[in-house]
């Protein structure tokens, strides 16, 4: 099982960017696909998820309105569209496979995770 995700960058506020995760090797398809963000010395927040099943997604407050997460079955990727950075959005970026309880649930059950891709919003 692995999980592939790219497309961080550095990007003006009020810019935006296109992450991918490309996953690999899941023989369910009831997972939860999702993307948390980390930065130095802070926890790892989820930013947003969607289920496997459904295609039902769930934001964290603070991206509501700025973020889309979508997936492409055909390719195995989601996506998470990310419109009027700013600063506060400088981060790690990490996408992960799991089963929440709820929502987007907490970093811990999440069982697999790619790397990290680093998005950093400056002017």
């Known amino acids: 099982v692995q999980l592939q995700a790219s497309g961080g960058g550095l990007v003006q506020p009020g810019g935006s960017l296109r992450l991918s995760c490309v996953e690999s090797g899941f023989v369910v398809d009831y997972y939860v696909i999702a993307w948390f963000r980390q930065v130095p010395g802070k926890e790892r927040e989820g930013v947003s998820c969607?289920?496997?099943?459904?295609?039902?997604?769930y934001y964290a407050d603070s991206m509501k309105g700025r973020f889309t997460i979508s997936r492409d079955n055909a390719k195995n990727t989601v996506y998470l569209i990310m419109n009027n950075l700013k600063p506060e959005d400088t981060a790690t970026y990490y996408c992960?496979?799991?089963?929440?309880?709820?929502?987007?649930?907490?970093?811990?059950?999440?069982?697999?995770w790619g790397q990290g891709t680093l998005v950093t919003v400056s002017s």
């Open positions: 992960a496979a799991g089963l929440p309880k709820d929502g987007l649930g907490v970093a811990y059950e999440y069982e697999y």
């Open positions: 969607i289920r496997e099943s459904d295609g039902s997604t």
